[in-house]
Nanobody
Framework: QVQLVESGGGLVQPGGSLRLSCVAS????????MSWWRQAPGKERTLVAS????????NYLESVKGRFTISRDNAQRTVTLQMHSLRPEDTGTYYC??????????????WGQGTQVTVAS
């Protein structure tokens, strides 16, 4: 029932741009903190960006500040990661995550299946 489906990954040149989208269903999206994580082969999964339920506050991994933008549309139940000035070290599988906000009673931690981003010449 719960689904987070990522899309938009692909192969891009260094310096290029890519937009990732995550469409959610089966839970209260509007009461959830949404985030994007990435994992490169042999590396730990790292939090890239997060956005509060209202969309009013965001946080970013230091290395992506100024290059990536996270946004959400609660009516469409989507969260987006706009990526610019991509670097080879941005390569990895990107995952969408949902967790309850502090104002919501339920506890959960949902993950999508991931979408591959490869930055290479």
């Amino acid at each position: 029932q719960v689904q987070l489906v990522e899309s938009g990954g692909g192969l891009v040149q260094p310096g290029g741009s890519l937009r990732l989208s995550c469409v959610a269903s089966g839970f209260n999206f509007g009461s959830s903190i949404m985030s994007w994580w990435r994992q490169a082969p042999g590396k730990e999964r790292t939090l890239v960006a997060s956005i509060m339920a209202s969309g009013g506050a965001t946080n970013y991994l230091e290395s992506v500040k100024g290059r990536f933008t996270i946004s959400r549309d609660n009516a469409q139940r989507t969260v987006t990661l706009q990526m610019h000035s991509l670097r080879p070290e941005d390569t990895g599988t990107y995952y969408c995550n949902a967790a309850p906000s502090g104002a919501y009673y339920e506890s959960y931690n949902y993950w999508g299946q991931g979408t591959q981003v490869t930055v290479a010449s």
